[in-house]
């Protein structure tokens, strides 16, 4: 594969994200697919925005879709950008697709249920579901949360916008799990963009953390691994589980 442009070469497509969300995240994608075959590498950029993230898919070599609620302001002409509702039926044919990236999606979406639910169907069995989403669930969030009431990456919203770029939605790793298993797929990685110093100064906080946890009877490895305490944003990673086989009745 050819490596992508970089961010600041001619003819790059800023991306509508987080600064260094992209950067960050192509990396770990490439990671993901390293073993993958050369057939089993088609990809849906689902909320693909301006396109840079099917750009850098595109001219690495992977066979690329994309879609968005607002077509008209996809930029990358060489990849065919369809307008699509991301919390109603997706136009694309089922087992489509090896991955669906959603980056920088979900925290705009209200439904994720039938946004999962349509992912595992264009996926071919055992494809991959790759998001990023704000971590909610850092220490640095957890105190904004306690002192402001909202979560890190979230604020008021404004009740006469309605055009898809707030976020609207937040989620836990746990109900994230649940989400995954009412919908086919399985959590299967999860891991952060960079650790934030704000959250890494709150460490002293954790051991409070784990006290209340073994206290109330709760799984502190559930939300509080290392990555999760102190990351910014986090890459998760749905895995889509194969159909058994029916043997002979």
Known sequence: MQGPRSPTSPGAIPP???PGIHERFWPFFLQLVA????????VLDAGAGHGALAQRLHEAGFVVSACDAAPERFRYTAVECRRADLTEHLPYD?????????LEVLEHLLDHRRFFAECQ?????????????????????RVRFLLSGF??????LDLGRDDGLQH?????????????????FTLETVAADRYQRSSAGLLWFASLVYVHAKLAGLPFAAHN?????????????FRK????????R
């Open 241 to 248: 589980a194969p159909v058994a086989a029916s043997g002979p």
């Open 16 to 18: 509508i994200a987080m």
């Open 151 to 156: 979560f890190y990456s979230f604020r008021p």
């Open 168 to 184: 609207v939605s937040s989620r836990t790793l746990d109900q994230f799990r649940f989400l995954a298993a009412r919908t086919g």
């Open 225 to 237: 691994t290392r990555d999760v305490l102190l990351g910014r944003v986090l890459f998760l990673v």
């Open 121 to 141: 169907r264009v996926l071919q069995d055992g494809g991959r579901f790759v998001v990023s989403t704000p971590n909610i669930l850092s220490l640095k969030s």
């Open 35 to 42: 073993h993958a075959p050369a057939e089993r590498r088609r």
């Open 94 to 102: 089922d087992a489509a697709f090896d991955f669906v990236v959603a």
